[in-house]
Structures are given as C-alpha cells and as structure tokens.
C-alpha cells in the first residue's frame, strides 16, 4: 500500500510548485507557457466536473457544453460592449451555473445511465445550437479577434500576464474546491456518492445536493471557459464537441477522483502528453483509454493516490455527523446495526406490553 507523504512535506511541495509556477514564463520559451496556460485552463475544467462526478458519484457527458456557454458569453460581450472584465466573468460564470442547474434538474429523477444519456444529449445540442446560430456564435467559423481586455488595469494581452492571470485564478479555484470538499456539503456530496438511502436517512437533502453540485460544477466550468478565450482569444464550436466532455471525465478519472490536486495531475498527463505528443495524435484515446482502466484497477485514487498525494479513495465517504472516513462495506455495515438495534427495541417493547 502506498503511503501518503506528511502533512507538512505536502506543502512544501505545494509550495516550490507555486514558486515554479509563478517564475515559468522566465525560464521557457512562449510556447510552454502556452501550453502551461492550456493546462492550468483544463484544470479548473476539470475541477467543476470533478465535483460532479468525484464527490457526488453524477457522470456527466455533456460538461463541454458549459465549457461553451463561459466561452461565448465571454466572446460575445468582450466583442460587443465594454463591460469590466470582472463583471464578464460573473455573467459568464453565473450564465453556466444556471444552465448547470437546469440539467441538473433532471437528476432529481434519474441518474446513473439515464442521466449520462440526458447529458449526452445536453451537450450535442449545444454543438449543433452553436453551428446553427450564425449570427450569435458565427457558425463552424465561430468567433475570431475577442480581445483580452484588462483587469482593474491590468493588461492581459501579452502571453506572460495572461498566464499569471490564468495561473491566480487556478490557484483560488484549487482552494475554493479543497474548502468545498471538506465543508458540510462536500461530505453530503460524498455521502450521497456512496449510498443515497444511507445519505438520506442521516437527514440529506440528496436531490437538492446533486442539483446544487450540478450547478457548483457547471459555474466552474463556465469560468474555465473566460480563461479558454481570455488565452485563444478565439472561440469556435470544435472546441466544445462530446469529444471534449470525454476527455475531461478522463483527465477526472486518470487524477484521481474527489481528490484537490486530481484535476491538475490528470490535466498536466492528458494535455501536456497531448500537446507534446501530436505525432500520436491518432492513438491517443486508446493510449489514454488503456491508461485509465490501468489506473482505476491499480490505484483507483488515481495519480494523486499513485504518488502518495492524497488518501482519500473513491469509496470513502464521511457523512455529516460521523467523524470519519468510512468505506461503503463499513457505512453498510453501521446501517444495518442500527437497523438491528431499533429492532430489538421493538421486539422489547412488544414483550413488554404483554
């Protein structure tokens, strides 16, 4: 079993990491930085879906298509008014979380299959809406020129400050899920992962957590959508097929599911390999696709579990009002001594009313 490294050597690590991070656009040349911007894009992408998928147990194939919604809602108002930076990336990111929350309103009933197929769904419509409407998103040829803007002054247009920007924003969404995944409603996420009628019967709302998930998610993705144009400055509905939903869950199930840093390691594999490796371009979904069955039947914590950065695996679930991790067999377990406890009282009672 692979150990995971102390407390305070996790963050020194963080930290040097930080530091590296920070100094890269000194010590590359621009197209690494690129492609390290592209990489910090797709880790806030698949930080939303992460909590969608790895903390509430809710696959979802059509997460691009709020990947577009952040995108275009961005575009179309850096094209089209002069409106703050900041107050775009509110609408783009609060536009997404809506229409998070309408899919996932349709959780509330289905799940598992059904609410892959509805999602699947979600998404392909979105890519022949985008096609279709011309005018709005500029068709196949999409939406080229949107510029960087500025922030409170800041100009984002050369490379280097748009990979700092892109790299902050990487770092408060990090937190924001690490805080997240450890608050009351992170181990509701978990628990209703795990066992929705355990879940429910420690007082979980479940149907208001999926939905509210959904929309946590779907905001997150839309925000990775600003940061997508903000680096491109360019948006077209390639960008946004199934195929791009498929690839994120991979990047989610190859970092390790439910777990802080996941999202980064699996976007640093999948992307950093995609970009170097274009020679490979035509095997990589059966690359990756090996890749992650080896994972989920070696380490299903996935990379964050293989180098010891987490040890939170995708059975382990702390309900509200336990103080521990437990695992599915354990939670079961505990239910079902309740379970016997309230029936023997029961039988008690019976006998002495007799």
């Known amino acids: 079993m692979l150990q995971v490294l102390p407390k305070k050597l996790l963050w020194a690590l963080g930290a040097a990491a930080l530091v590296v991070a920070v100094l890269l656009p000194r010590m590359v040349e621009p197209y690494t930085v690129r492609v390290a911007a592209l990489i910090l894009v797709f880790t806030v992408f698949a930080t939303g879906l992460n909590i969608i ?9 059509g997460h691009a298509a709020f990947f577009g919604v952040g995108a275009y809602v961005t575009a179309r108002l850096l094209l089209d008014t002069g409106m703050p930076l900041l107050l775009v990336m509110v609408c783009a990111t609060v ?3 809506v229409v998070g929350l309408l899919v996932g309103l349709t959780s509330w009933r289905s799940g598992g299959d ?18 279709n409407e011309k005018e709005l998103t500029g068709g196949a040829t999409g939406l080229p020129g949107v510029p960087a803007g ?7 247009a050369p490379l280097e400050n748009t990979y700092t920007f892109i790299l902050a924003v990487a770092v408060l969404v990090t937190i924001f899920a690490w805080v997240l995944g450890r608050s009351y409603f992170g181990r509701a996420m978990l628990a209703v992962r795990e066992d929705e009628i355990i879940a429910r019967a420690h007082g979980i709302n479940v149907p208001l957590t999926k939905v509210l998930s959904f929309g946590i998610g779907s905001a997150i993705a839309g925000l990775a959508g600003v940061l997508q144009v903000l680096l491109l400055g360019f948006v077209g509905p390639a960008t946004f097929k ?7 869950v991979e990047i989610v199930l190859i970092g390790g599911m439910a777990t802080t840093i996941g999202p980064l390691l699996g976007s640093a ?10 020679a490979l371009a035509d095997y990589r979904s059966a690359v ?8 989920l039947l070696w380490r299903p914590g996935g990379l964050a579990q293989i180098f010891g950065l987490s040890s939170r695996t995708p059975n382990a679930v702390r309900l ?21 406890g309230n029936a023997e009282d029961t039988r008690e009672k019976e006998e002495v009313g007799r």
């Open 53 to 61: 998928l790895g903390f509430t147990g809710l696959l979802s194939f």
């Open 95 to 97: 536009g997404a979380g």
């Open 114 to 131: 059904y609410l892959a197929l509805v999602t699947l769904g979600v998404g392909q419509i979105f890519y022949l809406f985008l096609i």
């Open 150 to 156: 500025n922030f409170f002054g800041w100009d984002l």
């Open 242 to 248: 199934v195929d791009q939903s498929i690839l994120v």
């Open 269 to 278: 594999l999948v992307i950093g390999s995609t970009e170097y490796l274009r």
């Open 288 to 295: 990756f696709g090996v890749l992650m069955l080896v994972i």
């Open 320 to 340: 509200p009002f336990v103080g521990k991790y437990l695992t599915r067999r354990a939670v079961a377990a505990r239910a079902r001594k309740i379970g016997d």
